[in-house]
T-cell receptor, first 119, second 109 residues
Framework: DTGVSQNPRHKITKRGQNVTFRCDPI?????LYWYRQTLGQGPEFLTYFQNEAQLEKSRLLSDRFSAERPKGSFSTLEIQRTEQGDSAMYLC?????????????????FGPGTRLLVL | LAKTTQPISMDSYEGQEVNITCSHN???????ITWYQQFPSQGPRFIIQ???TKVTNEVASLFIPADRKSSTLSLPRVSLSDTAVYYCLVGLQGGKLIFGQGTELSVKP
């Protein structure tokens, strides 16, 4: 399977614990995105990488959240001191970097997501 | 970034054609219109994208009038497996996608 993969698919943790999610993008894709989705809502942007550089972070991404993409390939999203409000589906997507014009119409390919439940 | 408005939910029966309309009154000149489909417990999946007039692929058609202030996703002869949430997105904000609430399509036998 050459699509975007995410691990784990499900995570149950207790409030206050740290969790880390991994995303493996499509191999030739330079851009990698993290989104969060709560029940009944569309995905919300969290952050994105161009190769290993983190180019933008949403205000949704509090200090307890950190994302890395150390070698420009896979990425990790860590949540420290989890809270019940962090319960959500965390989605990763990737896209190839196109031309400036192409970026106006780029397609993002999503992984299956990691569903987090904080008790 | 252009705001989109689409119905929250729609019902249909197997074999019918389904049309979901999205309003985007303040679409910018360079903005493309993109539709994604999302099944429960899965990530969104790209369906179709267009700039103007009509675009058709093996899954759907996208109709865009001349003023581009709206667009209609057309799903021919839906089946139960088309039950999903459909998102209309307009443009890109620094490369990231801005999703609305989407339209929850329910296909009944």
């Amino acid at each position: 399977d050459t699509g975007v993969s995410q691990n784990p698919r499900h995570k149950i943790t207790k409030r206050g614990q740290n969790v880390t999610f991994r995303c493996d993008p499509i191999s030739e894709h330079n851009r990698l995105y993290w989104y969060r989705q709560t029940l009944g809502q569309g995905p919300e942007f969290l952050t994105y990488f161009q190769n290993e550089a983190q180019l933008e972070k949403s205000r949704l991404l509090s200090d307890r959240f950190s994302a890395e993409r150390p070698k420009g390939s896979f990425s990790t999203l860590e949540i420290q001191r989890t809270e019940q409000g962090d319960s959500a589906m965390y989605l990763c997507a990737s896209s190839p970097r196109g031309t400036a014009e192409g970026q106006k119409r780029e397609t993002q390919y999503f992984g299956p997501g990691t569903r987090l439940l904080v008790l | 970034l252009a705001k989109t408005t689409q119905p929250i939910s729609m019902d249909s029966y197997e074999g019918q054609e389904v049309n979901i309309t999205c309003s985007h009154n303040n679409i910018a000149t360079n903005d493309y219109i993109t539709w994604y489909q999302q099944f429960p417990s899965q990530g969104p999946r790209f369906i179709i994208q267009g700039y103007k007039t009509k675009v058709t692929n093996e899954v759907a058609s996208l109709f865009i009038p001349a003023d581009r202030k709206s667009s209609t996703l057309s799903l021919p002869r839906v089946s139960l497996s088309d039950t999903a949430v459909y998102y209309c997105l307009v443009g890109l904000q620094g490369g990231k996608l801005i999703f609305g609430q989407g339209t929850e399509l329910s296909v009944k036998p």
